[in-house]
């Protein structure tokens, strides 16, 4: 009998919400985060893009200035995440040898990582701090989670790019499952609102460059997307075996019913255009959690606004759903926040899970002419999902052909 | 050329920007690892940014001895004299 895995703790802090609560009135408001960027890097190394869309919150409002010295910026929005869920699960005590942490990033301690470089070049290797390596570390986050909770059945990191914070999900699921943990803290953060990554995403055609429009700048779906927008910050569920859930009388959420992960092998950054790499995701997500087609009611998509994404996707949800895709609430919740790279589906998990939860979906915005080659039923005003048992999806995709997908299930 | 005042105070300073202790804790007498619970990467991190500030070299093979706020300011004040 596998064990049954539950959702009782969310956090989060974004460019549309610095917590759970803000962030969900606002994405079912629809409101964009994504604002020119005041930063004198901008013009001093000429970058072709001018916007982003950064954390509503900053993290030193919520962090004390000596916590937060000894975190990279991402580390700081993983932190900041995690101790909302926690406190959001009400867990007050846990046998800490059978808590686990399973958080993500895609990039890691960027900032951390330039800044020592600047410093090794303009004062020389003493003025490098002691502390530099901890904090560029991409298991930082984890690791600073772990010590936050005193997790102490291992503190994981999932590297795959913009399907890290998805991957999360499945190893926190794993582990539960596998019985190597009770309760799992899982999430992603990513801090990457740098002129090196700005500059290097740019050179590769992926962001947007509607520098005189930011909000309107990540459109998914519509004909006149032309790249993401760059965003920042974190999200983190607390799963739970149902067991340890029910013993304590959480209050839950919904079930996360099924992962997976699979890989493309098909080009280093290009999806797969007819998108089998995730169909197979999608397919197998939905065999984990012994889900039909027709349970499905809602996909919180990728979906991050670039000419070549947002296609294979839909491709690959036609093949996986059959014709019953067209009766699915679909949201591209990067319209309003950006993508928050290997932090995106950490974030994007909580958002279906209050869309399961509250029988909500969240809106779409930005979508002006649908790309007729994209015919979906997507949400870009209020709408409510039905009564009964139903179930949600959401995808992650990341450079390097990785796919995951998870499947929530209201209980 | 600093005063023994100045250059405690001035330790202060890092010691709170680091650590965020009171600066009015950090007496001359008082022990970076007894008293004032600064670990290794935290004292490293201190002494760099004391030569930056007082503009001396504290070698790292120093640093050992630099057992209070006392030893720190005497090591300090000595390395301006010399």
């Known amino acids: ?411 | 050329m600093a005063s023994n005042e100045e250059i405690l105070a001035g330790l202060a300073e890092i010691v709170n920007e680091e650590t965020g202790l009171a600066p009015e804790s950090v007496e001359m007498d008082k022990s970076f690892t007894e008293d004032l619970d600064i670990d290794s990467i935290s004292m490293m991190t201190i002494v760099v940014n004391a030569e930056e500030k007082f503009g001396v070299r504290i070698p790292d093979e120093e640093v050992k001895n630099l057992k209070t706020v006392g030893d720190a300011v005497s090591f300090i004040a000595g390395a301006q004299a010399a």
């Open chain 1, 1 to 411: 009998m596998t064990r049954k895995v539950v959702i009782t703790g969310l956090g989060a802090t974004t460019p549309i919400g610095g917590d759970v609560p803000t962030m969900w009135k606002n994405a079912l408001k629809g409101v964009s985060g994504a604002h020119t960027l005041e930063d004198d890097w901008v013009a001093k190394y000429e970058l072709p893009v001018h916007f982003a869309a950064r954390c509503s919150t900053p993290a030193l409002e919520v962090l004390s200035r000596v916590e937060a010295k000894r975190m990279d910026p991402s580390t700081q929005f993983g932190v900041i995440a995690a101790r909302e869920a926690w406190a959001d699960s009400g867990i007050t005590e846990v046998d800490h040898d059978r808590l686990a942490v399973a958080f993500a990033t895609g990039i890691g301690g960027v900032w951390t990582l330039l800044d020592a470089w600047d410093t090794l070049k303009e004062k020389g290797p003493r003025r490098v701090l002691p502390m530099t390596v901890p904090m560029l570390m991409p298991n930082g986050v984890a690791a600073a989670v772990s010590l936050d909770l005193g997790a102490r059945a291992g503190a994981h990191t999932p590297v795959s790019a913009c399907a890290s914070g998805t991957e999360a999900l499945h190893l926190g699921l794993d582990l539960i499952r596998s019985g190597k943990a009770d309760v799992v803290m899982c999430g992603g953060a990513e801090a990457a609102i740098h002129p090196m990554p700005l500059a290097a995403f740019s050179s590769m055609q992926a962001l947007s460059r509607r520098n005189d429009d930011p909000e309107h700048a990540s459109r998914p779906y519509d004909l006149d997307r032309d790249g993401f927008v760059m965003g920042e910050g974190a999200g983190a569920l607390v799963l739970e075996a149902e067991e340890h859930a029910l013993a304590r009388g959480a209050r839950i959420y919904a079930e996360l019913a099924g992962t997976s992960v699979t890989s493309d092998s098909y080009h280093i950054t290009a999806p797969d255009p007819e998108g089998l790499g995730a169909t197979r995701a999608l397919k197998a997500a939905m065999f984990d959690g012994r889900i039909q087609a027709e349970d499905v009611v809602h996909v919180n998509a990728h979906a991050t606004s670039t000419p070549v994404g947002d296609k294979p996707e839909y491709t690959a949800l036609r093949a996986a759903l059959g014709t019953h895709v067209d009766n699915v609430a679909v949201s591209a919740t990067k319209s309003q926040m950006g993508h928050l790279l290997g932090a995106s589906g950490a974030v994007e998990a909580v958002l279906t899970v209050l869309a399961v939860y509250e029988r909500k979906a969240p809106l779409t915005i930005n979508l002006e002419n649908q790309d007729p080659e994209i015919p979906l039923d997507v949400v870009t005003s209020s709408r409510a999902l039905p009564a009964g048992d139903i179930v949600a999806l959401s995808n992650s995709f990341g450079f390097g052909g990785h796919n995951a997908v998870i499947a929530v299930r209201s209980v």
